[in-house]
């Protein structure tokens, strides 16, 4: 080292150039928004640094971890990606008058880029426009190899050439059966990356002092540096395109170490950058130029499987795009079955094959973009089903995936274990919901990776949000475990969160308590009221240790259903143990709620249970009292309380007719509703034809249709109408029948009540002939004139109307009206009714 030439020692004002290199090819110095690399390439960088002793090298420049995923290929089909390939996956062939159109407009974009792109879009229309005029092609690697080995059969010791041939014959297979894995669209798009590698190069190099160039495996050199073209003493253009070798302007024992050496990490993913010693000279036999002793640094672009990260962003992207747009089921079976062969694909990719760079930025960029296209589409289409609805379920897999790829390697830093944990809680519970299973599974087993590398990552297993975070993975265990219909597995998870309750927040214990619930609910309803018992008093002792005013309105509901649940499964279970503890129950809830009416309705529900000797009408009368003070104005209500005052009217007539007139004067009436009403009329009035005691109850009737009918300012909708007067006509006939002919009079006279105008004047002349027939029965003639009188003209002039009143001269001796309605009779003689009716008379 004492030899080395004291001009090319490292200068303290140039050693942020190595800096600035190793940046570079380690963190994606120049990344802007790029996106993923493909595979197949490896090219090689290196700095070589006027050589002094090595310790004396800046601590920038000693080698590193593995470097970054190099430059990407663009954003998405739109940007840079070439046509679709033939069916036999060659690229195609292009026609020869537009090949020369495509090769001038690529010079003219490369000389001058138009338009407000950034530097990324720029690079990648530039690379399109390469490769569009087929100037873009697989590079030929076995040329490169003869070139090698012309080189060593005429320049080096046959000792020498044997350890290269040697090195070269054990990695080349390898090379050799990765490229032959691809096709010949996907070794374009390697060529495209490194493109991308050398534009990116030709930025680093003019920007650093230290003598630099790129070169392919084979060793043509295609980008260089001034400095480093005043190194081998050669012009900056030679270092471009292959023109000159590696192996050219090293001496034979810096080639046989560096190809020893290349031989050893090429295929070593834990060894990247490597720092030696080399002799330089000029590339021309002849040069007079001196050997250069050199610190020699040189990096591998390796790239495993990006070919594989690139087709999945695209895939990504195009996805997101037809996702609110594909609305045809063939076209969606067919991204679903894509869909499944990318997910097969990146679920057998390591979390170590982005890395930190521009794959894994573009991964987690487009993946999140995914995830909440997927969530748009939901939230603008609502409820799905069949295979739209997977289409979006497998869409938020594959976004997960992505995610996973681009942040799960990102050197534990907890926010992102966090964001990825949160993630896949989100898609464990949506899966579950949608009843897919299997992918509920994944989304766990991923989650209790996350949970262990929190807590290997906090000081303790009860900190903030790993506490919380893992609660609530917990739960969702308990969740798919029971809809596996495995409640041991429950049972067991269930366990693991007992020291986690201890110690829950708020939010965390809703979900928990609700997950519980759930559990329960679905046990009760196959009739398995024991087990559900257990799992709600659990899910009860758990909303019930925290505070009520640190619920939410969801939680507060929570507590309610947990409560309607245990009361519902006690009262199944009936045994007076039950039994007091529902009734238990239903007091603690009402000291804090009051009368409300689910609590009254557990209160009627326990009273239905009891014993007949405990069960009283004045007691039940006295809960649909109260219901009916805190009605909330709803139909269900409404609904629920009629059907309560019917099965009361059987064995409490009164009682229901009071509690129904207090419903509706107090709620219904002011409410102006007109449903609302008639279903009250039409329930009161059945009630009364139900009723003993006629006069009063007919009073009583006529009296709450007066308030009806001020209530409304007008009569029944006809259908409500319709309803009392089917009753009121089956009262009537039934009296008629029983030679009550008075009261049937007064029910047919509440029959043609104005607030029943609307049921039609057909159904008025039917109660009007009915009140003419009952009077003829009495033998009271006035009775059945003033009922005649009281009818529209319609219904009078009716043949039927006619012959009875035709009766009615005969008992009174009325020579005017019984000419009158024979005269009516004669007219309408040219029916066979009127026929009929005429004969009979």
């Known amino acids: 080292m004492s030899n080395y030439n004291a001009n090319y020692m490292i200068a303290p004002h140039v050693s942020h150039e190595f800096n600035l290199l190793d940046d570079f090819l380690q963190g994606g110095f120049l990344d802007m928004d790029a996106l993923a690399t493909d595979d197949g390439a490896n090219t090689t960088a290196a700095a070589f640094g006027r050589s002094g002793n ?107 050439k044997q350890k290269i041939l040697r090195t070269i014959n054990q990695f080349r297979p390898k090379f050799r059966e990765k490229a032959q894995g691809l096709t010949d669209m996907q070794l374009v798009y390697v060529e495209m990356w490194f493109e991308r590698q050398l534009l990116d190069y030709d930025r680093v190099f003019a920007s650093m002092a230290v003598p630099a160039c790129c070169w392919r495996r084979t060793g043509e050199i295609f980008r260089g540096n001034k400095e480093m073209a005043e190194l081998i003493a050669v012009p900056v253009d030679q270092l471009r395109d292959g023109k000159i070798a590696l192996h050219e302007i090293l001496t034979e024992e810096s080639m046989v170490r560096y190809w020893e050496e290349f031989g050893t990490i090429a295929f070593d993913p834990a060894h990247e950058t490597l720092l030696t010693a080399c002799s330089l000279k000029n590339p021309s036999d002849s040069s007079d130029h001196p050997i250069v002793k050199c610190c020699f640094s040189f990096s591998i672009r390796r790239d495993e499987h990006k070919l594989t990260v690139r087709s999945i962003i695209d895939f990504a992207g195009d996805l997101e795009a037809k996702l609110s747009t594909t609305r045809d089921v063939a076209a969606v079976d067919v991204l679903v079955a894509d869909l499944s062969q990318r997910l097969q694909t990146i679920q057998g990719l390591p979390l170590s094959t982005t890395h930190h760079g521009r794959a894994a930025r573009d991964l987690e960029r487009r993946g999140r973009s995914l995830w909440n296209a997927c969530i748009r589409a939901k939230r603008e289409a609502g409820s799905l089903e069949g295979s739209r609805r997977r ?49 509920g599974r994944m989304a766990l087993r991923k989650a209790a990776g996350f949970v262990e590398r929190l807590r290997s990552l906090g000081d303790d297993g009860l900190g903030g949000p790993v506490m919380r975070l893992e609660a609530e993975y917990l739960t969702m265990r308990m969740t798919l475990s029971w809809r596996e219909d495995r409640l041991d597995v429950a049972e067991h998870m269930f366990g693991k969160t007992e020291m986690l309750r201890r110690h829950l927040d708020t939010p965390a214990a809703e979900v928990m308590a609700d997950a519980l619930r759930h559990i329960g609910a679905d046990l009760s309803s196959k009739g398995n009221h024991t087990l559900a018992l257990q799992w709600l008093r659990r899910a009860h002792d758990l909303i019930d240790g925290q505070s009520p005013e640190n619920l939410s309105t969801h939680g507060l509901e929570l507590r309610l259903a947990i409560c309607h649940g245990r009361v519902q499964s006690l009262l199944a279970v009936g045994s007076a143990e039950s039994l007091q503890e529902a009734n238990d129950i239903v007091a603690y809830v009402e000291s804090e709620l009051g009368d409300k009416p689910i609590v009254l309705h557990w209160r009627l529900e326990i009273l239905q249970k009891s014993p ?26 409404l609904d629920f309380l009629l ?75 006809p259908d409500a109408a319709g309803a009392v007067h089917s009753l009121l006509w089956n009262k009537a006939e039934a009296l008629f029948g029983g030679q009550q002919f008075a009261t049937a009079d007064g029910w047919c006279e509440v029959g043609l009540h104005e607030l029943l105008s609307s049921a039609g004047e057909a159904n008025a002349g039917k109660f009007g002939r009915k009140r003419i027939l009952c009077a003829l029965k009495l033998n009271d003639a006035d009775r059945a004139k003033q009922a005649y009188e009281q009818m529209s003209s319609s219904p009078q002039h009716d043949s039927l109307t006619s012959y009875l009143m035709f009766k009615v001269s005969l008992l009174s001796w009325d020579h005017e009206l019984g000419c009158r309605s024979v005269a009516r009779l004669g007219a309408a003689s040219g029916t066979i009714r009127g026929r009929d009716m005429l004969y009979a008379g």
């Open 391 to 439: 289409l979006l379920l497998s869409s938020r897999v594959l976004a997960f995936h992505m995610l996973e790829l681009g942040r799960g390697d990102g050197g534990g830093k907890e926010e992102d274990v966090v964001y990825l944990l949160g993630r896949a809680l989100t898609l464990a519970r949506i899966c579950v919901v949608d009843g897919e299973l299997a992918e």
């Open 643 to 717: 059907h309560q005052f019917t099965e009361l009217s059987r064995c409490g007539g009164r009682l229901a007719v009071g509690l129904l007139d207090e419903l509706i004067r107090r709620h219904l009436l002011t409410s102006a509703n007109s449903v609302w009403i008639g279903k009250g009329v039409v329930r009161r009035t059945w009630m009364a034809t139900m009723a003993e005691g006629e006069d009063d109850v007919l009073e009583s009737l006529r009296g709450f249709m007066d308030e009806a009918f001020d209530a409304l300012s007008g009569p029944l909708k």
């Open 54 to 160: 090595p310790p004396s090298l800046p601590a920038g420049f000693q080698p590193g971890g593995r470097p970054s995923v190099p430059a990407g290929l663009g954003a998405g089909p739109s940007e840079m990606t070439p046509p679709g390939s033939g069916s036999n996956g060659k690229a195609p062939v292009r026609a020869a008058p537009s090949a020369t159109d495509k090769t001038r407009e690529y010079y003219l974009q490369a000389a001058d880029p138009s338009g407000n792109d950034n530097a990324e879009e720029r690079m990648a229309r530039v690379l399109r426009a390469k490769y569009d005029a087929g100037l873009l092609k697989p590079f030929n690697y076995i040329n490169g190899y003869a070139r090698l080995g012309k080189y060593l059969d005429g320049h080096i010791a046959p000792s020498s």
């Open 612 to 637: 007949d000797d405990v069960l009283g009408v004045e007691a039940r009368a006295s809960i649909l009292r109260r219901m009916v003070r805190c009605f909330d104005r709803s139909d269900d209500g």
